[in-house]
């Protein structure tokens, strides 16, 4: 399967998703900038006070999605992951947290997914700058069969929910939950696989004596399923985000924090800017989580 191929199948189950949600909800409302707003031409056409594209004007689609939801309606706001998290961040602090109102914020593109346009379209710092929010739900599907249901999830509540996703999937569909599905036990130590990783965490841990944890659901942080995975005795724990690197690191403290424990925090790169092209598999690579690189990690990190 293609990166373009995968691509389309994860916003195609979105789109699909809100088309049919906009049209059998009437509390349903959609705000995009630009991007995927031609997939919904024929909605907003039927429902235009309720789909509604700003252009590229992104503080605006959250300010809006803001004002939707003291309406009571339920708003969803769409875009690339630079766009829908960072540069409007003020936005969602002040539209959507302070005013204490819900919204679903969906992003494409993934921490790199596109990246023939650069730097301009990467955003793994999302997660970790939500993360100074209170009160937000964080799905990060790792398959598109796992899109639509916490999609339906999200839309059927009023909180503040992040929808992360990226054009990489795992090969088979996990069964969600809001906490942690253990795939493998072993004693040697705790993987915890986020999203899209798993394909690759699975292979770099085949020959190894650990416990796989999977994860769509990073927020709230299954700090239960942690503590029963990682046991009472010294426990080590291996973090692999599909973002950047140790942005769960302070929910494994507080999950272990009277079990005295070691934590390898994988995920993109701290330490140096990035401003490579290529593929996407390069770059997971040059970030240390690709399956290779995981497997020499984990396996130096236990010993």
Request: proline share 5%; net charge negative.
């Amino acid at each position: 399967m293609t990166a373009q191929v995968t691509r389309t199948l994860m916003r195609t189950v979105f789109i699909d998703t809100m088309i049919d949600a906009v049209a059998t909800d009437s509390r349903v409302a959609l705000v995009t900038a630009d991007i995927s707003s031609w997939s919904f031409d024929d909605l907003r056409a039927e429902y235009p006070e309720r789909v509604i594209n700003v252009g590229i004007r992104e503080q605006a689609m959250i300010g809006i999605a803001g004002g939707l939801a003291l309406t009571g309606h339920r708003p969803v706001a769409h875009t690339y992951t630079p766009f829908l998290i960072e540069r409007p961040f003020e936005q969602i602090k002040i539209c959507l947290n302070h005013q204490d109102v819900g919204a679903v914020l969906v992003s494409i593109g993934g921490s790199y997914d596109d990246l023939p346009r650069g730097r301009t379209h990467q955003a793994p710092g999302d997660v970790a700058l939500l993360d100074t929010l209170p009160g937000w739900t964080v799905h990060v599907p790792g398959h598109e069969d796992e899109v639509e249901p916490l999609l339906r999830k999200a839309l059927a509540g009023d909180d503040r929910v992040y929808l992360r996703l990226s054009d990489k999937v795992h090969s088979e569909p996990v069964p969600l939950s809001g906490e942690f599905t253990v795939l493998r036990q072993g004693g040697a130590g705790v993987v915890v696989a986020v999203g899209p990783v798993l394909d690759d965490v699975l292979a770099a841990t085949a020959a190894l004596d650990v416990t796989v944890l999977y994860a769509s659901t990073i927020r709230p942080f299954d700090r239960a399923g942690l503590r029963r995975a990682a046991g009472a005795a010294r426990a080590n724990v291996v973090l692999v985000e599909p973002y950047l690197r140790g942005t769960s690191a302070p929910e494994v403290a507080e999950a272990l924090a009277d079990v005295p424990h070691r934590l390898l925090a994988l995920g993109t790169r701290r330490d140096q800017e990035v401003r490579a092209y290529g593929k996407a598999a390069d770059h997971d690579r040059l970030h240390g989580i690709d399956a290779e690189s995981l497997a020499g990690s984990i396996s130096e990190f236990l010993g």
